[in-house]
């Protein structure tokens, strides 16, 4: 299957602070990426949907200002948790769908912990 | 009602049983059926995908979408520890994906 890559898997940083996670499909175009967030033992839960070249759609309860969603290109989109607090403090997973296809494939997710 | 229905788990067998895993939904316009294994801490990875009613087998997986019923299942034969994770259905349309809450299987040796 195709691969999608996250960078960080893991940030630990201050309260207060802005962290930038990068999501990429490394071998097939994307124009949408999705947005995953996930607490212990639930299932996802979908925060933004991107689109190459135009704004993100937010979920409902998701504030956009604070996580701010760019999809710049068809292999990247960055999610940067702005003045991050600890209940901010998740397994943040992308996902990337096959122009073609339609198959989503998932990022290995990256590991959110706000002091 | 939700949308996604999946049987909650979490269910416990011996290596080399076949495990069934189940999910009804109730949004007549999805279209396509996909099938997630996620291990601890990492991203779902694509299991089964699907557009049509029927069976779809790779290796040891089938998945079996039955559209007229509105239900989905994953069997896995022969199923090994290495299979012990939370598998997760989703189903799309219009370019968005809606999954279910997962159901995790441990397959002890």
């Known amino acids: 299957g195709a691969v999608v890559s996250q960078h960080p898997s893991w940030v630990i940083c201050k309260s207060g602070t802005s962290v930038k996670i990068e999501c990429r499909s490394l071998?097939?175009?994307?124009?949408?990426m999705f947005w995953y967030r996930q607490f212990p033992k639930q299932s996802l839960m979908l925060m933004a949907t991107s689109n190459e070249g135009s704004k993100a759609t937010y979920e409902q309860g998701v504030e956009k200002d604070k996580f701010l969603i760019n999809h710049a290109s068809l292999t990247l989109s960055t999610l940067t948790v702005t003045s991050a607090h600890p209940e901010d403090s998740s397994f943040y997973i992308c996902?990337?769908?096959?122009?073609?296809?339609?198959?989503?494939?998932f990022g290995p997710g990256t590991r959110l912990t706000v002091l | 009602q939700k949308e996604v229905e999946q049987d909650p788990g979490p269910l416990s067998v011996p290596e080399g049983a076949i495990v069934s895993l189940n999910c009804t939904y109730s949004n007549s316009a999805f279209q396509y059926f996909m099938w997630y294994r996620q291990y601890s801490r990492k991203g779902p990875e694509l299991l089964m995908y699907t557009y049509s009613s029927g069976n779809k087998e790779d290796g040891r997986f089938t998945a079996q979408v039955d559209k007229s019923s509105k239900y989905i299942s994953l069997f896995i034969r022969d199923s090994q520890p290495s299979d012990s994770a939370t598998y997760l259905c989703a189903f799309g349309n219009a370019g968005k994906s809606t999954f279910g809450d997962g159901t995790t299987l441990t397959v002890k040796p």
């Open positions: 996902s990337a769908r096959e122009t073609r296809s339609n198959e989503q494939f």
């Open positions: 071998d097939f175009q994307a124009t949408t």
